[in-house]
């Protein structure tokens, strides 16, 4: 064999290797790019929010701001905290836990306190209560002063801020009937107890 035609083969040879490189390796690429890679686990699947409280039973009735913690609610509302009355209850949950507007209404303010912490005041419908949700660990998104809120809808996190200690979080709910002047700070206590409690049939 003349040593051009020597040259000239290996050449080829090189070429015939280097497209062989290039076509296995854009394969490679292609199947990469529609592969889900074995070391990205597949996305869990989060469990679905709870739904809103169930429709009240009887007039009146509220909906559970704590979905599926229906088994915390205990009455303290004529316990003492200091020398006052607290004239509320606490509910214990874990921080974080969704709070849920106990009715229809509106957002009368959102307040910031050493006392209440994060908290939110709620008009009813009629404006003729105030819900009052204190100690929140933050507000959900997007809320505002004013905004209408359906019975359900949420408007927190539970937590702990404020004066309640780091580690209990917790709700603490009141209701105060509102008087001719509508203030969001003022008004009549009332128990939310049997208004909160579930019949046993639902």
Known sequence: MKPGSATLLVAGILLAFIVLGYVLKSRREDEAATAIPAAI???VALPAAPAAAQVPAKPGQLAFPLPGYEHALRDNFDEKRGVRRHEALDI????????????????????????????????????????FYAHLDRYAPGLKEGQAVARGDVIGYAGSTGNAPESAPHLHFAIHELGPDKRWWKGKAINPYSLLRQPPDL
């Open 41 to 43: 686990p597949a996305a």
């Open 92 to 131: 214990m949950v874990p921080r974080g836990t969704p709070v849920r507007a106990v009715d229809n209404g509106r957002i009368a303010k959102l307040y910031r306190g050493p006392m209440a912490g994060i908290s939110v005041y709620q008009f009813d419908a009629a404006t003729t209560r105030v819900y």
